[in-house]
Every structure is written in C-alpha cells, then in structure tokens.
C-alpha cells in the first residue's frame, strides 16, 4: 500500500517556520482566470476530481463550481463560441462565486458540514446580515464577520513572540540536582523522545512524582527550544542535528512557553497520581507515544497537516484522560454518577476530559495570542480528538479508516495528490484521531517489562472499581472483577481482537509502524499467549 504512505510531505517538525505554519489557507481568487490549485502543481485534475467521486456527494462545492468555470473561460473552443454578454455572465457569476467563498469561514467544525444543504440564495448573498444568519444557525456554516478577518488573521500569524517567550525555565526543572538534570537532558533530547520504546518509567524515576507531564510536555510541545534551555542550564550548547529538529510552535504559532507549562501544570494536577493506570503519567506515556508515531509516519507534514493540527493533536493527548475517576463509562451510567447526568450518559468521562482541557487552555491563556479563529480551531480540534478516545467507537473507528484506505486501493487515487485537494480535511482529522486513540491504547505494543507493567496497573485500577460495583450491587464490569480475571488472558484477548488488528490499519498508512511496531504486537501477542 505504498500508495497511501503520508510520510513524504514538506517538514513541520524542523527549524524555521514551516510555510504551512498558518492553517488557514483561505481560497481567495484573483478577479482573473487563474485556478485554485496553482499552475504546474503536481495535483492533477483527474486526480482530485477521482478523490473528489470518492468524498462528495455529486453536488458540486463553492470551489469546484468556480474551478469549472475556470475550466470553461480557459476553454479556447467554448470561449469562441461565447458571445461578450454571456462571457460577461459567467464572469460575474464566477465573481458572486468568490465573494461567497470569501466569506465563509473555510476550516470544518468535524462534523462534515456541507453547504450544498443550504439554500443557494441564502449562499449567493451572504454579504447580508440575515442570510449569515440563517447560513450560520441553520446550516452550521462559521461565517466571518467580514474579509477583513482573513487579511489580519495572515499578519498575526507572522508575527514573533518575544524571546522570552522561549527562553522560560520551569522551576520543575530548575529544582532538579544537577546530576538528574543530565540525565533527564538525556532522556528527553529529540532523539530519544521520539522512541517508539520510550521507557517513560525513566523520567518517573528521576522527577517529582507530580511533573512528569509537565517536563515531558515542555520537552516535546516546547521543542526545540526546550532542549535548548535544558542544555543551556547545563552549561552546553544543543547538539547540531537537534537544532535542525523541533515543533517549532513558538515562532510559528506564538505559543509562549511560560503560558505551556503553566497549561500543563494545571493540567497534571487535575491528573491523580495515586490511580494505579489514569493518572499523569499514563497522560505523559501518551503524550509521548503520539508523538513518537507523527516522527514515524507524517514527520513531515505540509498543507493539510497544519501546525495548527499538529499542535492540537498533542495538546489533545496530554488532556485526554484529565480528572479521570479510576472508573469507566460503564460504571458512571450504572451508578448513575454526576457525570453520566450531565452529559445524559453519551461518553461521560471523554465529555468531562475534554470540557475540562478547554477549561485549563483558557484559564492558562494558552491561546490568548491566537486569533479567535485559530483559537477557535484548535480548542474545536482537541475537544473532538479528546472525544474520539471513547472504547466505545473502537470497533467503529477502526472499520472507517480501513475503508478509507480500500477506497484510495480501489480507485488508485494518489494519497499525495488527495491531500493537497480541500476534501481532504476531514479524512486528515478523522487519521489523526485514529492516531490518538492508538497511543492510548499503545502500551501493548511497547517493550515488555513496559507492556506487562501497564497491564498490571491497569488490572489494578480495574479490580478498584470491581470492588466498588460488587459494593454498590452493580453488575460487575469485564475485566473488573479480581475472582474471575486473568492478567495473561486478558492481554492475550486485547491485544488479538482490540490493538493488533487497529495498529495493522495504521500499518498501512505509516510503512514504520508495520515494520517496527507490529512485530514488537506480535511478540507480546505470543508471549501473553504462552502464559496462558
Ligand atoms: P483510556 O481509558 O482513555 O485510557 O482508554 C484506553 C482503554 O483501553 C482503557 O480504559 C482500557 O479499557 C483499555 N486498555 C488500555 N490498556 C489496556 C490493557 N493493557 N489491558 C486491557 N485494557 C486496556
Ligand atoms: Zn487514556
């Protein structure tokens, strides 16, 4: 399938500021004949218009409307056969067209909202207030207010924080005895940190109990320059091949590193620490898993993988569990808890995860220097990734990007091609939630001390809540009871129906996952099998 290998985009992950830094890429198009895709670009027309049978209804989008027309005034055999007033006619058509295009806001909401639903006259003037208005409340379209939006959103991403933003020094680092400070520099270089077998035990072994995330979330959100305080602390310099690697969001994105660690410190406090499985650094393992598989796969990301998704993604994976209770969806609808109440029993725990990330992102003022718009994406981004860590959409998830992936085999439509066409967006989004969910699954896939670690305190957590359901007369949740459950079976039985089968799909949509992931699966697979 090396077809749909996304691992040869331009780099997000490097130094500089990636020319995709900025998420928005807003369709504006000249008053003349010029297409969408720019001259000479490597998306051919048959190729997006082969993804776009596979993703669109046969209605025809705002853009691929103008593209057509395009397509009709390039036509020198047509335009001949045009006189000026028609001519004329399918130019201000193509005009009217622009301004819509213009006006609408072009990031989805990852509810597949599709404007062909709303009625073309309220689309063809929504220079007029009522007609946002009914576009807005009745077909879920983000209208901006005006053009203007788009002209400053592109100067505000280009602007760069002040040093300081960079420069900061977390006092969670700075209390460390210098001895730990090398090793942990060490252990949370970008080398090492984008190791699929990344022993996350060895900054548990080294830290403060209580800032596991927040060290390895500043090492990896804050990177490069983290990396580069870390050693600067130490009277070093970064090494060479470190200072070409890195996210890069500070001077991308204006993400102020005072402002990052004080998310993730908010953010690991609501964690417990004394959970045996859902705590902080179960959030930590994630964070760095997730990471790990983006160095594998989509380490270079452009055009629809956005900084802005990237950033997203990971902010996502360090909240994910947050304020988790030690127990699961089952047993908040049977107890009835506060939670399955408020959000009327549909994921409780994700629901309560992710509302609480939004929380922690505003009252650290993470996103104060975004623009609302991109505020708004990225907080829209993460609550949606948060929401798709629910068990419940497992099976569901996994058969959806399996057939995503049969249909770009059956049609043989070029994954490089489709994702420099807009459909793609939602596809990308939909791939990188599936990413979450399997770094959250991730622990059997890891070396075995730390797969039968994860195991163990997962069990642990588990018979905690099986206690409490045989306490309360509920019925008891599977795996949770300490009488009936076997740790070599259970493994056997999650990694055989639940990851294997999972990371075998994500195998074929990054070739390193297949090649050094599923092996490391496979032997557990056995090994748990052999004690059984
Ligand atoms: P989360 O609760 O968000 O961490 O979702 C991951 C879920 O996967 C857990 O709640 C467990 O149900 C399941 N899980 C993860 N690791 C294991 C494991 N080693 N054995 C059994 N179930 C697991
Ligand atoms: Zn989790």
Known sequence: MSRLNISRFGSIYSSGVSTSACSFRPTFISPRRTNILPRGSTCTKSAAAASSNIYKSSRLSLEECVSEIESILDDPGISTLLNSSQAAAIDSLRDKINQCQQLINPVGNGENISSSMIPAPVLENLEDPNNIFLASTYGGLKVSNSTADFASLWSEHSSCPSSDGVSYVPPEWESLS???KTKLAEIL????????????????????????LVLVGWAIIGSPSSQRVMMESLGKSLKEEEELGGYNFSPTLGVDHKMLV???????????????????IHAADVLQTLHSMIRMGIGDLSESLSTVDVFAMLLAAAAHDVGHPGTNNLYQINAQTNLAIVYNDKSPLENMHASKASQLVK?????????????????SKMIQAILTTDMAHHFNSVSYIENVISRFDDDGVDWYDFVRTDESTDVVSDIFNFMIHLADISNPTKPRSLATYWAECALSEFFVQGDLEKELNLPISPLCDRDKTNLATSQRDFIKYVVLPAYEVLGKIIPAVASEVLPRIKENLQYWESQC
């Open 178 to 180: 210098e001895g730990n």
């Open 189 to 212: 270089s970008l080398n090492n940190l984008e190791r699929w077998d990344f022993n996350i035990l060895d900054v548990v072994d080294l830290v403060d109990g209580c800032s596991v």
């Open 262 to 280: 004080s998310f993730l410190r908010s953010l690991e406090a609501q964690y417990s620490t004394t959970q045996k499985y859902h705590n902080n």
């Open 363 to 379: 009252s650290a003022h993470l996103l104060e220097d975004f623009s609302r718009e991109q505020a708004n994406l990225v907080r």
